[in-house]
């Protein structure tokens, strides 16, 4: 069964910076996407950031593009999240999985790392 631990999370104020982490523990991580999502109160899980196998694919939700930046080393099974901006409503508990959207997500998620940005 895949395992993921997200780390870096916290409580920082608008405009601030954090930087996610997320490692796994299949054996075959270089070979498919990943993927951040975020999950905020009364709202459904969504797509943040996504990557490809090899990390030269990138995509991006609207609401982060050019504030967020998602990276990967699959030599350490690690899959990364640079938050720079961050806003209020970037406050979610943040989950990484398989990508390249939800419906290719495992069925076992980790416990997520909560972001909050609040002056």
């Known amino acids: 069964q895949v395992q993921f631990v997200e780390s870096g999370g916290g409580l920082v104020q608008p405009g601030e910076s954090l930087r996610l982490s997320c490692a796994t523990s299949?054996?075959?991580?270089?070979?498919?996407?990943m993927a951040w999502y975020r999950q905020a109160p009364g709202n459904q899980r969504e797509l943040v950031a996504g990557?490809?196998?090899?990390?030269?694919?990138?995509n991006y939700a609207d609401s982060v593009k050019g504030r967020f930046t998602i990276a990967r080393d699959n030599a350490k099974n690690t899959v990364y999240l640079q938050m720079n901006s961050l806003k209020p409503e970037d406050t979610a508990v943040y989950y990484c999985?398989?990508?390249?959207?939800?419906?290719?997500?495992?069925?076992?998620w980790g416990q997520g790392t909560q972001v909050t940005v609040s002056s």
């Open positions: 999985n398989r990508g390249p959207n939800i419906a290719y997500a495992f069925g076992s």
């Open positions: 990557i490809s196998g090899s990390g030269s694919n990138t």
């Open positions: 299949t054996r075959f991580f270089g070979t498919y996407p």
